[in-house]
């Protein structure tokens, strides 16, 4: 399975309209995999559409959750995809995203367009 794929079904479990996926590689392996998700305990819609964004985990910050030794992420890259209509499309980091991935100084940001790997070049 190559990288599009892997990154598209992790996409997929997303449970929000626009559905995102990171990969962190470290060394030529996956080291952490995320996807964008929305927290809601709200049966409430209008309170749903609130807390949409206080409550949402973003791919980026998932797949940084998932990596046990934070101590590689400045030797590691990550790529980030968004589907749209089912189709891989370019995706940028948001601010925040952009904050979590200089913290942990993860410099080397890839995006996937018209299946080549690219430099997403955010900074």
């Given at each position: 399975?190559?990288?599009?794929?892997?990154l598209y079904?992790?996409?997929?479990?997303s449970?929000?309209?626009?559905?995102?996926?990171?990969?962190?590689?470290?060394?030529?392996?996956?080291?952490?995999?995320?996807?964008?998700?929305?927290?809601?305990?709200?049966?409430?819609?209008?309170?749903?559409?609130?807390?949409?964004?206080?409550h949402?985990?973003?791919?980026?910050?998932?797949?940084i959750?998932?990596?046990?030794?934070?101590?590689?992420?400045?030797?590691?890259?990550?790529?980030?995809?968004?589907?749209?209509?089912?189709?891989?499309?370019?995706?940028?980091?948001c601010?925040?995203?952009?904050?979590?991935?200089?913290?942990?100084?993860?410099?080397?940001?890839y995006?996937?367009?018209k299946?080549?790997?690219?430099?997403?070049?955010?900074?």
């Amino acid at each position: 399975m190559d990288i599009n794929e892997q990154l598209y079904l992790i996409a997929m479990k997303s449970n929000q309209r626009a559905k995102y996926a990171a990969i962190i590689i470290h060394r030529n392996r996956v080291v952490g995999i995320g996807y964008n998700y929305l927290i809601s305990n709200s049966s409430n819609v209008s309170q749903q559409i609130y807390e949409t964004y206080k409550h949402s985990i973003h791919a980026e910050k998932n797949a940084i959750m998932n990596v046990k030794d934070k101590t590689i992420l400045s030797s590691s890259k990550i790529i980030i995809i968004r589907l749209h209509d089912g189709n891989i499309v370019q995706a940028k980091p948001c601010e925040m995203c952009k904050n979590l991935l200089d913290k942990y100084k993860l410099c080397k940001i890839y995006t996937i367009v018209k299946d080549k790997l690219t430099n997403c070049n955010c900074y």
